[in-house]
């Protein structure tokens, strides 16, 4: 089993940043993929970035693309995402995933463990 914990959410105005972390614990393995979904109410919950745990490929929605970053702390069992940048639509509940399989998957059905969530609300 694997234990996800996100932390890092709060409240921003429109144009600042925040960084997400999410800590791995119990039977992690350097073979996963982590990725970061978010969800915001009446909506599906929908991937924003991936990374792979052993070879740090990432993936990144078109909505995100040049506003955040996803990285890892091998050390720290750690990935962040740095979010700059931020807009209003970019509230939402963020939840960190992990997938064993080491590929990067899109649709959340495919994580196994996931985390609880923290929530992210940008003002305008």
């Known amino acids: 089993q694997v234990q996800l914990v996100e932390s890092g959410g709060g409240l921003v105005q429109a144009g600042g940043s925040l960084r997400l972390s999410c800590a791995a614990s119990?039977?992690?393995?350097?073979?996963?993929?982590m990725g970061w979904f978010r969800q915001a109410p009446g909506k599906e919950r929908d991937i924003v970035a991936a990374?792979?745990?052993?070879?740090?490929?990432?993936y990144y929605a078109d909505s995100v693309k040049g506003r955040f970053t996803i990285s890892r702390d091998n050390a720290k069992s750690t990935v962040y995402l740095q979010m700059n940048s931020l807009k209003p639509e970019d509230t939402a509940v963020y939840y960190c995933?992990?997938?064993?399989?080491?590929?990067?998957?899109?649709?959340?059905?495919?994580?196994?463990?996931w985390g609880q969530g923290t929530q992210v609300t940008v003002s305008s």
């Open positions: 990374i792979s745990w052993s070879s740090g490929n990432t």
């Open positions: 119990g039977r992690t393995s350097s073979s996963y993929t």
């Open positions: 995933a992990a997938d064993r399989r080491g590929l990067i998957f899109r649709q959340a059905y495919e994580y196994d463990y």
